[in-house]
């Protein structure tokens, strides 16, 4: 632990170091669920984000799936947007200089359906001012390989990694697909590729069925399960992440609140994505923020930082025998 003694009158320090990227305090708005950040302009005050995160871009753009692409859920919502996104070189052209004028760090989200496409926005992404970081969207199907997921396979998931990172001029971070058996043996795979961190956790994979018309809700059949349903899945896979990398991990799933965040940050996580909130609550980014200096300054410590991989598990020692037991690794 950083030292806890802040001073009568001194503001907590909510900065976080991703790697070599400082952020101004852990928030950050998760993919596809803030748009390309102007959309939100009015309703919060874009500058108090530590980061943005823009809608996942591909090469070309993609119109997305046709309706009905999302449902709501108990305690959260079924999206199968497509990834609906202006691609990557209208982005540059149409979105970067807005994003670049907010000076807060922008992340940008990419996808493909081959290496080559990965590859190929990257380098396409490099030099463009504004740009701080990548986050690399490995969720998707790889084409070529018959549409398993890149995010499924740890050489899959290692070969994308090392694609990007090969062509990027800025921190990458890998977004971790949560629809796997064991999600450590993906993280260690992509921080062996060179990721220079982790993302956790995309939607879990879901359906909906209408009772009245025997029809799946869902246009595409299956989508993305995200928000509060899926917080204590997130809050498990980014705990086990965080124990066996050492690169900042980012805790995303179900956060509402302040006390959701500084879950995720005692759980091992070094920042944290709001996604599914945002529609809730345009402003929730900025809540969290808030609550989160809040608390530091309740708790008295002079950095946010002292409360990261902080879960006590001391008392847990008698139980953690058993091999199903992750504390007893
Ligand atoms: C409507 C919608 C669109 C999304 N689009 C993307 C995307 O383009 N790229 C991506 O990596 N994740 C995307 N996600 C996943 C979110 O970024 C996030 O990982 C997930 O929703 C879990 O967080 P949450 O429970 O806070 O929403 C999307 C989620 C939603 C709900």
Redesign the pocket.
């Given at each position: 632990m950083e030292n806890v003694s802040l001073q009568e009158g001194q503001v907590p320090d909510l900065r976080v170091n991703i790697g070599s990227l400082e952020l101004a305090n852990p928030v950050m708005t998760?993919?596809?669920?803030f748009g390309y950040a102007r959309e939100f302009e009015n309703l919060m005050n874009l500058h108090r984000l530590g980061a943005v995160?823009v809608?996942?871009i591909s090469l070309h753009p993609r119109a997305g799936n046709p309706p009905q692409?999302?449902m709501e859920t108990a305690c959260?919502?079924l999206?199968a947007?497509g990834?609906q996104?202006v691609g990557v070189d209208r982005f540059i052209t149409e979105k970067m200089n807005y994003l670049a004028g907010l000076n807060i760090p922008v992340i940008v989200?990419i996808?493909g359906d081959s290496l080559a496409e990965y590859e190929e926005i990257t380098k396409r992404l490099a030099g463009v001012p504004g740009v701080a970081g990548i986050?690399v969207?490995i969720?998707c199907p790889n084409v070529k390989k018959g549409g398993v997921a890149f995010g499924t396979d740890p050489a899959m998931a290692a070969a994308v990694t090392a694609a990007v990172k090969n062509k990027a001029d800025v921190p990458v971070m890998v977004?971790l697909s949560p629809n796997v058996t064991d999600i450590t043996l993906i993280a260690r795979a992509v921080e062996q590729a060179g990721a220079d961190s982790i993302?956790?956790?995309?939607?879990l994979i879901g359906m909906g069925i209408d009772l009245k018309t025997r029809r799946p809700v869902l246009a595409n059949v299956i989508g993305?399960l995200?928000?509060?349903?899926?917080?204590p899945v997130?809050l498990r896979m980014v705990f086990e992440v965080a124990r066996v990398v050492s690169i900042p991990v980012i805790g995303?799933?179900?956060?509402?609140s302040a006390e959701d965040a500084l879950e995720f940050m005692l759980a091992g996580a070094t920042a944290v994505?709001?996604?599914?909130?945002?529609?809730v609550n345009p402003r929730a980014s900025e809540d969290v923020v808030d609550g989160i200096s809040a608390y530091a300054a309740n708790e008295k410590l002079t950095s946010i930082r002292s409360i990261i991989g902080g879960l006590r598990l001391d008392s847990l020692k008698d139980h953690a025998t058993s091999s199903h037991n992750p504390v007893a690794k």
């Open positions: 998760a993919s596809g669920t995160i809608k996942g692409r999302i959260g919502m999206n947007i990834l996104n989200n996808l986050e969207n969720s977004k993302s956790l956790i995309n939607t993305g995200s928000g509060p349903a899926i917080k997130a995303i799933g179900g956060i509402e994505q709001i996604g599914t909130a945002n529609f």
